[in-house]
Every structure is written in C-alpha cells, then in structure tokens.
C-alpha cells in the first residue's frame, strides 16, 4: 500500500516534485518545538502549482493517507510535524509574491514566500505588510496563515488574519476553492477565509493569498520603563491600552532582563520585578504626545524608571534587548517556549501564577511577551540531561496553560495548538464546542487526511 | 402540524414569551429591505435567556420548523424577514449589557441590546465601541453581529466582526457553544467567532457576545474636497489611503449632492462630480498633519475646491450632508439602496459604470459611500407607481452587482446577503465555493431550520 501511494503520485506529479531519499525525509520531518511527536513520513512532494496539490489531495483521498503540509518548519507547536508514513508536501516551491497592487493596497502571494519577502515587495511599492511575527525573517507567508501567527505589531495593527483579504485552498478531495476576494469589506456568504486562517493544514492547503498592505507608518518613538513590582508592569500595560494607542508594547520579567544582561551586558535593571518597551509609531506631535501618555501611565503605576527617545538607533538598541529575550533564555540551558494569553486586565496575576509555578516545580521561568494583547511567553529552562528535572519542566509548561485558563485566558495566542497542545484544547474549548469543531472538520475533510493528530 | 409548534412551545416556554396575535405578527414579518419577501409568522418568540433560546430550537429542531431571528428589524436586505409558518425569535428582551470590564478593555453584551447602548455603557468607563453603522442608534448589537455590519469608522477601526473576542451561540439542535474567548489574541481551535459573525442566523442563534472597547480617540478634524471627474475623486482617495489613516473617507455623487441640496441646502458644489469628506482623529499637530497629507492628495488629484476645519461644530456640519445623503434622495422618490464592494483602485470604474447603468436603465441613481474601504451605495431612485419604471430600477440594481463582480468585487460589503442577492451568491463566489457553504451549512443545520432561504 505505501509502494502504491509513491507510484500513483509519480503518475500525476513530475519526478522533481517528488523526494523519497530518506535522510532527505528525516530532515524535514519536524518544526522547531521541543518534545512534539514526529512521524517518518514515506515522501515528501514539493509541488509547484495549484494543479500539482490538487493531484496530491486527490491520490491522497482515493488511498485515504494522511498529507501535512509544511512551509519553513519554523513553528514551535509541532502543528508541521509529519505523521508516520504521510505525504509531507513543502510548498517551498511555490514561492512568489504574485502581484503588488499599489492603488488597490494589496498583495497576491503563494503560499511558499517568505514574510521578509512580502515586506520587500510592498516596501519598494511605498507599502508596508504588517504582521511581523518574530520568525518574518525566515518563516513563509502560509505558515504564517496556517497559524494565524502574531507578532509585536498586533497590538495596533492586529494578527495575520486581520492582513488577509482572500485565499485559495485546495480541499481534502482535492477540489479549489476561493474565499472572499480583493476588497476590504465583504460580507458574501460565510467567512469561510477565517476558518482556513489558523487551522493548521486540518481544512484544506492555502495555495494562494491576498493580503492587505498598508501606508507604511513614520519612524517609532521609544520608552522604556523599569518596576519594582509585577502588579505595577501590569497595571501600566492596561493604563496604557485605555488610554493611546501604541505600536508595540512588551514586557520582559527580572528572569529575562538577567539572562540578557549575563549574556549581552545592556546595563539593564536587574534589580527591577518588570521591564516595559512601548513604542508609538504616531509620528511628529502627536508620537510625543503619545508617548508622553505612556510614561505618565507608568509614574502612576510606580515605575522605578522612565526614559523615552526619539532617537532611531537608541530605540532600536532598546529593541534589541527584547529581541535577545529568548536567545538570551537559551544559552542558559534547554527550554520549553509557551504561549499564553490572558485579558490585559489579569496580566499581574499570570505573571505571579508563572512565579509561583517556577517555585512550586523547582525550575527558572523567564516571561516575556506581547503584553499588550495579554499574550505572553512563559519559557522554562532547565537542564535536559537530567531526566528528572525535564520532567519538571514539562509540567510547569503545563501548569502555565492551566494557570491561563484558570484567569479567562487561551491555551495559545499566536504558536497554535499543534500536536504540543491537543490535550489542552478540550480544558479550554468545553465539551460542545470541542463537538462542533469536529463537526466542521467532518465536513470539510470527511477522509481525515488533512494533518491528522493536530489542532484537534 | 401548525397548531403543535403553538402547543409544544407553551409547554417549556412561560407565557409571556409566546405571541400569536396576527398583528403582531404582521408588524414583525419583515426588515427595512423594498421588496424582500417575507412569509407570516406562526408565532413570536420573545424569549428572555439563553435557555428559552434553547428550548425554542429544540421544539424545532424535533418538528422541523423553520427559525427566523431578529433584531431591531432594521436590516437592509430582507436576512430577518419571516418565511410562511415559521417560529420567529425577536431577542429584544435579551438586551442588556451584561458586563463592562474597563481595565480588561471589553464587554459582554446580550443580542438585543442596541449598539448604542453599548457605546454609552462604554463611555461611561471612558472607553468607546467602534462599530458605528449608520443605525447605530436602533440597531441592535445582535443584528450587527449576524450581518457583520460596517459603516464610517471601518476605514481606520474595522467592522463588527474586527471587535468580537467571543460569542454564545445556540445550535440548531439547541445546544450552546462557546466561542473564542475574553483575549486579544486566540488561535486555540477554528475561528468559528467569525464564523457565526455574518452568517445571518443560519448556522445558530448568538444568545451573547464579548466585545472589545478601544480608548476614545482624541476629537475628529475634517475635510471637505470637491472634484471636477470622478476619476480625480477615485484617485484622491487610492491617494489618502497610501500615505495617511484617515478616522472616515466618504464619498458622495453629483445626483446625491444635488439631492441633499435641493432637501436642505447647506451650500454644497452641485457642478461638481464629486464631494469627498475625510477626517482625521489622531488629535493635535498630528491630526493636522494627516489632514495636511489628505489636502495635498486631493490637490494632486486635481480637487476644484479643498478645506478642512479642526472646529467641532463645523465638523459636524459637513458629517450632516453625509447623513442626509441617503434620506434626501429618500425624498425623492422610492429608493433601492444597494451595496456594493471594489477594491479602492477601482472606484472611478465603479462609479462610471454606474453612471452609464443610469442611463442605459432611464433611472436616476445617486451614490454615495465609504470610498475608504470601496464599499459604495448607489442608491437606485424611482416612481414607485409605475411598475415599468419599477422594473428598470431593479434592472438597474442588479446591474449594478454584475458590475461590481466585473471590477473584482463584492455584491455586499456590509449590509448582508439576505433574501435580496442569493441570486447572485453562486456568481460571486462560484460553484467549488457555494458548495463548500452548503457543506458548512448542512453540518451545522442539517435540519435547514435555521432562517431558511437566506444567504444561500
């Protein structure tokens, strides 16, 4: 049987789009998240058109194998892991950005090209693609939809989804369909290109996207602002969202401040329970004023410490500090990402429930996020030779996603379910819900060949 | 048969939420759309919790009846209007707003409260809910969250569904989901939030929803400019929305001005083509600058007359022509609103191909609309009296869609599918896609109780 699933696909593919090499398999077997289970898949086909996964899906559904669809393998939730004996379809092939339409404000991208690249094409247009997750460098534009993947810049200008104005998906039986289209509003018939935006490969393959682009927005402004307690960073982050609106605005906790600091000396507070990076991309006057706005949330909620520059490269010194967050994480020893997200409000309790947890289990948790959306990333570090203290960090990875659901809050906010979470899901979602989901896959994949074991 | 849906509903309904005195009925059977058919009601449902909701889809779920919902009746193309003989559910009496949580920036509202509830509610904790169709003031926020409803702030702040964090829905066999949650950001399953918003009451009725609260922004600056063609005006404002965020980008016809002029005059160019009004709201020497790149966009685009005011009451006499826009040609005769999408690169097309509609059909048809996001409302206006005219303005409305599909379109951007455009659903989104709607619809209704004949 699985000689025949290579045979009827090298009926109806080129020989180029088809790889069975072995080493070749196992490299791509996996994305970047610890511990999610990973298949050995029996090919790997890298298809360069529409036409050629429809081909996949219809060879896929007639001998009922499972497909997962993979972009740069940057994921950390194993939602791209393969499943053992699957066709894993790259759609690196498939890589263009399509078109660039200025005057409409729009791109038309495959699903296989690289957020970077997007960013150029619309940069030499005078635009700006938006969603900026922190993979944009090397992670693909499908992944990226597959997901729903976030970033720094939701907190004003929102998620990939926000950005996606219509697909192309080819279906379980291989059949195209298109959703919405190229205008911004648009209420025909069900919003199905919502459904296909962060369903991880389980509905359909993303072949095509039509994304919105932007005016690109003046240079940010920057503040930093140091606390002495974790209520007051919180208090702050909900201050702020009440009252301006800023471009950016991360939090990093002592844990993380100190992993930077011992790797990449930046004379930053070690001393501080919280680090706030705010950002305003207003502009001119009203940047300032904004600013202006933010430190003055800040005082109030007892920052130790305010600063704020206009300055481009001070700014983007201070940016580098968040960027080495979980760099900085890593050389401390092996870890475990989470990816939380609480109502902004219930951000101080997360973060004292993550302490507590760091206690209780004998392991350092270092957090840092996108606290503006209540988004936060909640890593464990520990010692990956010692199978006892692994263990320990794989249940205080799972204490943080019972201490978010505990507060109002999601198992993920931007990393996705994957195979890392499945378990979770049922906690959040509730026994009628978690139903109606498998309804809806029922519907669109009958077969359930599209990445089995994930999401759901 | 008829008589046992009366009966099986008082036995788990209470009294007073049952209605079956015919004028009630009659005065309930349809929304504000001309010429949506309606069909008479059996009864009325007034249900006051989310368990009457349950208990009324159980009853017809068991004797496959059809379930009509409703608002404030205020739709405009027939999606609430009664089919003959079903139970209609008005959730008026569910109307309150259940919860406003300043400092986690959301609410948690019941459907039949209006959205203008909501906005004062928000207000009061010094916080706003963007939404703002133009029946912000009666409609309901339960019929804006089954239409998707936009209106003048979707331009900078999105529409209905771009503020929903969660709803409660009521299936068609009376069990109650979840959906999403009280978080920004939440990729922990499907997006089923956004597949029920928009959906007209055909895959569930939502019983609740949270919704997000944004900082007031600072007080509006606005702009008035004027234009000899409608190609200056289309690319006047494919201009401003490259290189600014305006707060609201409006456009009005020659036929629409004139309208409003000879209603109440105010001193409005009638010569010229066109009459674009902007606003800025980033507030302060910011707000200036905005309005400054706006004029200079106009100017560009050859603008006869350009002026702006950071005064308030002047303002808001330039917003009032805007608002009279649809009235006032509402004075003229009957009317046949219609509601059409493009991508903003192609309104001068849009708004030429109307013009030549106009013509060829012998009716007079004034547009106006929100340029900024494509979404115009040439409105068809008649003598109601004589059904040859009558039959060209309804050629001439669905011309209208036809060449809104010809320009890469929609043939609704906000006001909904209904029972007015399923004729045209299949051209817009073509077979694959149509049928993938009928799969979604038969999975979550596979009775077909749930406001049958409506969108699909």
Redesign the interface.
């Known amino acids: 049987m699985t000689v025949d699933v290579v045979r009827a696909l090298s009926e109806v593919l080129p020989a180029e789009s088809l790889v069975t090499d072995r080493d070749v398999l196992d490299a791509h077997r996996h994305d970047q998240a610890e511990w999610a289970p990973s298949g050995m898949p029996r090919v790997l086909v890298r298809p360069a058109s529409t036409e050629e996964v429809q081909a996949v899906l219809r060879v896929a559904s007639a001998l009922r194998v499972p497909v997962v669809a993979r972009g740069a393998g940057s994921g950390l939730s194993g939602g791209a892991n393969a499943s053992e004996g699957c066709i894993l379809v790259s759609l690196l092939r498939m890589n263009r950005v399509l078109e660039v ?6 791109a038309v991208v495959q699903p296989g090209a690289l957020n970077a690249a997007l960013k150029a094409a619309a940069a030499e247009q ?2 700006w693609y938006a969603p900026d997750p922190a993979s944009w460098e090397f992670s693909t534009l499908g992944g990226n939809l597959a ?2 993947a ?1 970033g720094l810049c ?1 907190v004003k200008y ?2 990939t ?2 950005a996606v104005l219509g697909l192309e998906v080819v ?1 379980a039986d291989g ?5 919405g ?12 290109t ?2 296909f ?3 991880e490969g389980t ?1 359909g393959i993303i072949t095509e996207a039509t994304l919105r682009l932007r ?1 690109r927005p003046p240079r940010a402004t920057t503040l930093l602002a140091t606390f002495p307690t974790l209520v007051g960073a919180g208090t702050a982050v ?1 201050d702020i ?5 800023p471009s950016l605005l991360e939090l990093m906790d002592r844990t993380t401040v100190r992993a930077v600091e011992s790797w990449k000396p930046m004379g930053l507070d070690v001393q501080a329970a919280a680090l706030l990076l705010a950002r305003s991309d ?6 300032e ?1 904004e600013l202006g706005l933010m430190a003055a949330a800040c005082e109030r909620s007892g920052a130790s410490f305010v600063m704020n520059t206009p300055d481009e490269a001070e700014g983007e010194l201070l940016m580098q500090a968040r960027r080495l967050a979980f760099p900085a994480l890593e050389q401390q020893g092996a870890t475990l990402l989470d990816d939380v ?6 951000i101080p309790e997360l973060l004292a429930a993550v302490e507590r947890i760091a206690d209780q289990r004998g392991v350092r948790i270092g957090t840092f996020g ?1 606290a503006g ?3 936060m990333h909640p890593t464990v570090v520990f010692d990956r030779k010692d199978p006892e203290v692994m263990a320990r960090a794989k249940e205080a990875f799972d204490d943080i996603l019972r201490a978010a659901l505990d507060l ?10 994957g195979s890392l ?1 499945r378990a979770f ?1 049922s906690a ?3 026994p ?6 498998h ?2 896959k ?3 994949d009958p077969g359930g060949i599209l990445n089995p074991g994930k ?2």
């Open positions: 339409d200025r005057r409409g404000m729009l005078g635009l997901t729903n976030g939701c929102g998620v989804g926000d279906l059949s195209v369909v298109r959703t289209g190229r205008t911004v509003k648009n209420v025909a018939g069900y919003d199905l919502r459904l935006v962060g369903s509905l005016p909900s969202m009440a009252t301006t609106r207003a502009g001119g006057a009203q940047g004023e997200g609480v109502p902004i409000s219930r996108h959306d209540g988004n109002g809050g999601t198992i993920t906010g931007e990393h996705g379910v979470k899901l959040q979602l509730g009628e819900t978690l139903r109606l989901h309804t809806v029922a519907a669109l999401l759901l």
